[in-house]
């Protein structure tokens, strides 16, 4: 074992070597590792985890907040102040600067830090043989010389050597850059210096199943395997910045070209005035702080990390940052059926034979634990046979694994085949018995646009198929029905009817079959091969809507999102569950693939009516369900659809916002979605929605605050050179307002919760600007009410014999007491201030107290009062700044008034 457990460090061209070597090299077998070798193995070659880019640290993100256009104005400032002279501004300006890198580093860190932590929310997991047994594992626990089970839809977790494989089909184009597939083979024989691309024995970590099934030796983890040598390529790239970020840091970069020119012009008239050229750099310097909102990239850095905390608590992970803008827009959502709106716990709780009165099922969940109840009059004995061949096909056309540990039932595999393993244990049928006993020769596995699985086994009197599907895919493969008397010609007439009611009482209904098969030597078993086989019967399983469901299909009403189910399932299921959760009530809301098949042949007018007018979308094939969102999306909708196939990943790259299942859904599914609920449960979308909306809002709100006081500032600067006077504030203390006491209050608003109507609004139009009507109108009020009583307050205390000093002073406070006051206002674009309990945020009310308590504390401290040029003031002095200061929020309070009145 030591010497099997050497060359896993470092295993030669294993496209090379015989499976048998190899087996033997890493000291295991086909049947894989003991679990006490498998843990040894862990400890000596660490978890299977790619080398990945190290987060930027405390001191670089230090070092980025000094990079940016206002940063380089400032420096500049306290140079020329530093060459002019004047230590105590050139010493604020580096201070201020200095707080301000801390702060944002900080605020930066911290969200780098919740960010990683909700990566983690989301564990890939993988099938591994351990003692003989399937079990499912964390996929960073995987060891060399582990064999690994891998199916449609899987990300390969290491570099593997296929020891078989069914129709297996990769998308290597991580590795190779190719995107078309490869078809691989176990058996293949492959030259030591072939390409990557060319090793079709070999699956590579990173890549991804488009088809099939197989298992493959474990011959490299981590950064041993091919993605794991590149990984510094492949992996360090630059994370992508959300497009609203993008947006504002445009917006900021307009602002100070703007900014930048206009000093210019400014400097000029100034200069053409005789104006001292330190006097002139110092007024672009004060035009520049109080234009460029320099807070607003920290602070919606802050808002969307704390949105997406917010949702990772209520289960839904944001994987792009995109999606939580996209949500609030989203007008419809298509949602799968099983494990969304429903529980996914199946149960078989009917079997149906042919033209005979059901059987009940008794027990739950995986404890095959339950009895056979029979209608009145029937007969076990006579049936008995019959369970028994129904039951032998429920395990063997299965790749589910059933087992019990430590005294409790688990299992591993698609919930569908668990329920058929318990259903045959309680029949007296095992899987293991029925495998050793019928050795499988081959395997059609399950893919969700055949609809159909199927197991090749040897039987004393040959080869005989075993079949599960749909009743639709399977009765074209059936000749004969088996009855108690024995098997007879097929009537699907009584069958059909049988499965029909069933459906509509809500059950998922499947057939089973078998029959002998004998495919030509040499050649693969396939459909061709499923002709004249015996239909035994039907199995109704049941799969409850969830408790909470119904609720929220009535919050996406009320929110103006329209619901709609898309499934594979039988129409009458679907309808049972639409029914139970309130998304459709009557059949004429249902429409089937085939329907849906033949209007887009004809007509796509027609295609996109019935998109358009139906809400339970049943028996769709997985490209129909991109064909659905297309047409939505013609018909002006925001689509959120869900998914969880491999199948299902180009809808959900359509889609404005993918939704992936975090518990049922493949890997292809997670890395194509931009959302991950990690339940898979409805009600957590909903949220997600919701939280989506709150995390919006709290953006807008933030930017508000920072462009309407900026704006206010620019109001009161430009009326001050209008008018001739001095300016009412130098650039320091323009700095000490915009990033000391208004700095405060920005990031507090990110923490904002739910106004407590977001659900019951309209989505908001794609299409619709941050600054949108709503935003323009309450930031030119509230910069003209500002700056306006800003400057006239300035010119009454100049009046009235204040001195520039003492005018400034008294500007100042007025100016951080209105923000003070725009801070309460910013908190919702409708609602009034008076109907927000201030305690719910108390972040913002003790950054409102702070920034007013920290301004005051200025005043009496020696050094700082003298380098902002502030001084203390009477307490009625402050109590009429005050109350100038209210005017903002009585002129805020008449908008939202006059707007509700209006809409």
Known sequence: MNAGRAETE??????????????????????????????????TFGRNALPSGKPPTAVAMFIQQFKSPLIYVLLAAALVSALLREWTDAGF???????NAVVGAFQEYAAERSAQALRQLVTAHSRVLRDGDAREIASEEIVPGDVVLIDSGTKIPADLRLLEEHNLSVDESLLT?????????????????????????????????????????????????ELGRIAASVLGKQAVKAPLMIRMERFTQIIAIAVGIAALVV??????????????????????VSAIPEGLPVALTVALAVGMQRMARRNVVVRRLVAVESLGSCTYLASDKTGTLTVNQLTVRRVQFVDQPAWEVTGEGLAPEGTFVLPQGASRHEHERLLERMAQVAVLANEASLWKEDGTWAGAGDA???????????????????????????????????????????????????????LETLLPMCQRMACPEGDVALTADGICSQAELLAAAGYRVLALAEGRVSPAPGSSFSRDH????????????????????????????????????????????????ARDVGIAMEAAQVVTG???????????????????????????????????????????????????????????????????????????????????????????????????????????????????TASAEIVLFALALAAGVPLPLLAVQLLWLNLVTNGIQDVALAFEPAEGNELDKPPRPPQERIFNRIMIERVLISA??????????????????????????????????????????????TLSVFRHNLLRNKLLLFGALAAQLIHIAAMYTPGLREVLGVQPISAAHWMEMLLVAMTVLVAMEAHKLMRHRRT
Not at 553 to 574: F, N, Q, S
């Open 594 to 708: 085939t329907e849906l098949a033949d209007a887009a042949r004809d007509d796509q007018q027609v295609f996109d009516m019935l998109c358009r007018q139906r809400r339970v979308f049943a028996r769709i094939e997985p490209h129909q369900k991109l064909a659905i969102v297309e047409s939505l999306q013609r018909q002006g909708h925001y689509v959120a659809v869900t998914g969880d196939g491999v199948n299902d990943a180009p809808a959900l790259r359509a889609a404005q916002v993918g939704v992936a299942m975090g518990l049922a859904g493949t890997d292809v599914a997670r890395e194509t979605a931009g959302l991950i609920a990690t339940d898979d449960n409805f009600a957590s979308i909903v949220a997600g929605i919701e939280e989506g909306r709150i995390a919006y809002g709290n953006v807008r709100k933030v930017i508000f605050l920072l462009i309407s």
């Open 416 to 470: 569908v085949d668990l329920a058929l393993l318990v259903f045959a244990h309680k029949a007296g049928v095992t899987q293991s018995l029925a495998r050793e006993q019928l050795p499988e020769i081959d395997l059609i596995p399950y893919e969700s646009d055949a609809r159909f699985a199927a197991s090749l086994n040897r039987h004393a009197d040959g080869s005989r198929a075993s079949v599960k599907g749909a």
């Open 530 to 577: 499923l002709r004249g086989l015996t239909l035994l019967g039907l199995v109704a399983m049941s799969d409850p809507p969830r408790p909470e469901a119904p609720g929220a299909v009535a919050a996406c009403v009320r929110a103006g999102i329209t619901v709609a189910v898309i499934t594979g399932d039988h129409p009458a299921t679907a309808l049972a569950v």
């Open 177 to 225: 850059g190719e995107s078309i597939t490869v078809d691989k083979s176990a058996l293949a024989e492959v030259a030591a210096d072939s390409a990557l691309g060319d090793r079709i024995n070999m699956a590579f970590a990173g890549t991804m199943i488009t088809s099939g099934r197989g298992r493959g030796l474990v011959v490299a983890t981590g950064p041993r395997t």
């Open 267 to 288: 400097a000029a008239l100034e200069l053409a005035r005789g104006a001292p050229l330190a006097e002139i750099f110092l007024l672009a310097v004060a035009l520049a």
């Open 93 to 99: 300006i580096f201070a201020v600067l200095l707080i």
């Open 10 to 43: 470092h295993v030669v061209a294993p496209h090379v070597r015989d499976t048998d070597e190899l087996l033997t090299a890493l000291a295991t077998t086909p049947h894989g590792l003991r679990q006490i070798e498998a843990e040894s193995r862990l400890e």
């Open 784 to 829: 003209l009410v500002v700056g306006g009583l800003a400057f006239a307050a300035y010119q009454g205390m100049l009046a009235r014999g204040y001195s520039v000093a003492e005018a400034r002073n008294g500007t100042l406070l007025l100016m951080v007491l209105f923000e003070n006051v725009q801070a309460l206002n910013s908190r919702s674009e």
